[in-house]
């Protein structure tokens, strides 16, 4: 679970901060959420999070993606680099989605064989 806040431009509020009930109840009341810290495009961000171990992970691979695409093609905008950043990690998401459903959906089709196969009272009964 995730929960966040950045520094929003200067003058704006469209990045509010957390509410007070945000910061202190999760949704689950057996999760117990902590503020975490971190900097993409040299900016800091804070996040409410369960794990953070896993945030710092997503945080170091938005920024390393971001940068890569900006070297990797020469853009200078930041925008136009978080854009493509995106776009890339969007198309790896779903190639990623993809090969899980045609895995998934050859597993159910082999489990439906298995269960169709007939075993012999006489061997069934040895297991």
């Not at 999760?31 to 171990?53: G, H, P, S, Y």
Request: charge should be negative; hydrophobic fraction near 35%.
């Amino acid at each position: 679970m995730i929960r966040g806040e950045g520094a929003p431009p200067s003058g704006s509020d469209r990045h509010p901060p957390l509410s007070d009930n945000d910061k202190q109840r999760p949704e689950d009341d057996s999760v117990t959420l902590q503020r975490v810290e971190v900097t993409i495009l040299n900016q800091a961000f804070t996040f409410m999070c369960d794990d953070e171990k896993r945030i710092r992970r997503i945080a170091e691979l938005v920024d390393r993606e971001i940068g890569e695409v900006a070297r990797d093609f020469g853009i200078v905008n930041t925008l136009n680099s978080v854009i493509m950043a995106m776009m890339r990690m969007a198309d790896h998401y779903m190639e990623m989605k993809e090969r899980f459903e045609r895995v998934e959906d050859k597993t159910l089709k082999l489990l439906k064989k298995v269960e169709n196969v007939e075993i012999p009272c006489d061997v069934r009964d040895e297991w």
